[in-house]
């Protein structure tokens, strides 16, 4: 309930997401997850637009979608299979 109320900060809501930008690298949480979280981000704009009228929360919202497809991104990279290995799948077709 503390971190809703906290959303409505940029500045909470940039540690809170900095804060699962971290677990989900070390823990590996699965891109899935965290694409989700930024579908659900998605659609909380709108809502807000019409429900709140304060296009503040929106815009803060619009900025951790954002920032949630970029740690998703990351976290598919790392979920495939040859990262990290590129140059070692290079020298093999080169031989």
Do not use: W
Request: charged share 10%; hydrophobic share 55%; with cysteine.
């Amino acid at each position: 309930m503390i971190a809703g109320f906290g959303m409505q900060t940029l500045a909470f809501g940039l540690v809170a997401i900095g804060i699962y930008a971290v677990c989900a690298l070390i823990f590996r949480i699965y891109s899935r997850t965290t694409f989700i979280l930024a579908l659900i981000a998605l659609i909380a704009v709108p809502i807000i637009l019409v429900a709140r009228q304060n296009p503040e929360v929106a815009s803060n919202f619009a900025t951790y979608t954002f920032i949630l497809i970029v740690i998703g991104i990351v976290s598919l990279i790392r979920e495939s299979p040859d990262s990290g290995n590129r140059y070692v799948h290079a020298k093999k077709r080169s031989s």
